[in-house]
């Protein structure tokens, strides 16, 4: 670690040690989708101490990103959000390694080459990019790397990580292993969302309207405090991966927060 680095993370110190922040710092991270949770998310990793990070990201940010997504703002509206954070997270950590992609995961090749030297992979793409996730998540396993997901439910979020040589995103969701990419993935909403909050809006109670949100047909709904937690929830899964503080929570099971209800659960999702 230099001198600088020592300075910014000195107060990481403490809750870590110099060892631990010593791992942070040679650590690489990436992250595929850069809007509401992967945004603020690549912000939380930089202020941990993480010492590379590979992002992905094709499009630009939008009126509707201003309510939730780290970098938005009216004067960056219309550019793209890996080179608008590649300027913000260099603001923050100057020396932080980042390699930005901003072309689109289109064939197995472009998910191995995000993947590769990633210790963990990260898929924070929007809902309805299954042939996307199953490429990402095949792409950490062959590089051995950790590959997890995180999304936000409301007023609450949901972490999702998967083992290298453990199951596979297709098992999770309920596909064979080894099952083609033009496959027709219609995945059930609670493969997406095991747990629905008490304050779920009448309107998102209707099968059709959860399974056209699940095939991305229609925005999912967000709020800065879900996404917010989600960023962090994922920060943390992030930090234990590689520190190892506690046995981690490997799918099938997945970790649940909701402010709103007071909920904090570990559930599976065959159960």
């Known amino acids: 670690m230099d001198d600088l680095y020592r300075q910014i993370f000195s107060r990481n110190l403490g809750f870590l040690t110099e060892a631990e922040q010593e791992k942070l710092s040679n650590a690489t991270v990436g992250i595929m989708g850069l809007g509401s949770v992967g945004g603020l998310l690549t912000e939380r990793l930089v202020r941990l101490g993480i010492g590379r990070l590979k992002l992905g990201e094709t499009v630009p940010f939008e009126i509707g990103s201003l309510n939730s997504e780290f970098g938005s703002s009216m004067r960056t509206v219309g550019k793209n959000k890996a080179q608008i954070l590649l300027e913000e997270l260099k603001d923050i950590n100057p020396n932080v390694r980042i390699d930005c992609?901003?072309?689109?995961?289109?064939?197995?090749?472009?998910?191995?080459?995000?993947a590769r030297k990633c210790d963990i992979v990260i898929?924070?793409?929007?809902?309805?990019s299954f042939k996307e996730s199953i490429m990402l998540q095949r792409a950490a396993r062959r590089n051995g790397a950790y590959y997890a997901m995180a999304s936000a439910i409301g007023f609450g979020a949901l972490a999702v990580v998967f083992e290298p040589a453990g199951l596979t995103l297709e098992e999770y969701n309920g596909f064979a292993?080894?099952?083609?990419?033009?496959?027709?993935?219609?995945?059930?909403?609670d493969k997406l969302c095991p747990v629905?909050?008490?304050y779920l809006n009448e309107s998102l109670k209707a099968q059709r309207a959860r399974q056209a949100i699940a095939l991305g047909e229609i925005p999912e709904s967000s709020n800065s405090i879900g996404v917010g937690l989600a960023a962090i929830l994922a920060t943390h899964e992030v930090m234990n991966l590689l520190l190892r503080k506690r046995e981690p929570v490997i799918a099938p099971n997945y970790t649940y927060v909701d402010l709103l209800d007071l909920k904090i659960m570990v559930g599976n999702i065959f159960a």
């Open 101 to 114: 992609t901003l072309v689109p995961l289109a064939e197995d090749g472009d998910a191995v080459s995000f």
């Open 196 to 198: 629905l909050p008490s």
């Open 177 to 189: 292993s080894n099952v083609p990419l033009d496959s027709d993935f219609s995945i059930p909403f």
């Open 123 to 128: 898929n924070a793409m929007q809902l309805g």
